[in-house]
């Protein structure tokens, strides 16, 4: 599977962007796609995944409320609609994949097997 992230910008804080993931290769083996961040110095965290089939998500308690995941399975799209954007939200943002069926630890970036080239976030306040 590859992994092509794209959306990503300077804004405000308080404003929106929309990260977009377009998917390609062995999209039928995808179980589920996530998005992490990355600062300077700092681990990759997670920020939200959902479920490729039923499209059950998940989200981090720091972007819970203000951020929203989704996908479009005919058009192998996923999403991420950042609202409400703080300076705190400033990383490299990475679009993932992975063919693991475990909802438990869907959060952990070491489950997941591909990985996009990161597109970057900039909140100024």
């Known amino acids: 599977v590859q992994l092509v992230e794209s959306g990503g910008g300077s804004v405000q804080s308080g404003e929106s962007l929309k990260l977009s993931c377009v998917a390609s290769?062995?999209?039928?083996?995808?179980?589920?796609m996530a998005w992490f961040r990355q600062t300077a110095g700092k681990e990759r965290e997670f920020v939200a995944a959902?479920?490729?089939?039923?499209?059950?998500?998940l989200y981090d308690d720091s972007v819970k409320g203000r951020f929203t995941i989704a996908r479009d399975n005919a058009a192998n799209m996923g999403y991420l609609q950042m609202n409400n954007l703080k300076s705190e939200d400033t990383a490299l943002y990475f679009c993932?994949?992975?063919?693991?069926?475990?909802?438990?630890?869907?959060?952990?970036?070491?489950?997941?097997?591909?990985w996009g080239q990161g597109t970057q976030v900039t909140v100024s306040s």
């Open positions: 290769g062995r999209i039928f083996s995808m179980y589920a």
């Open positions: 993932a994949a992975t063919a693991t069926s475990d909802w438990n630890v869907i959060n952990r970036q070491n489950r997941y097997d591909w």
């Open positions: 959902i479920n490729w089939n039923d499209g059950t998500p």
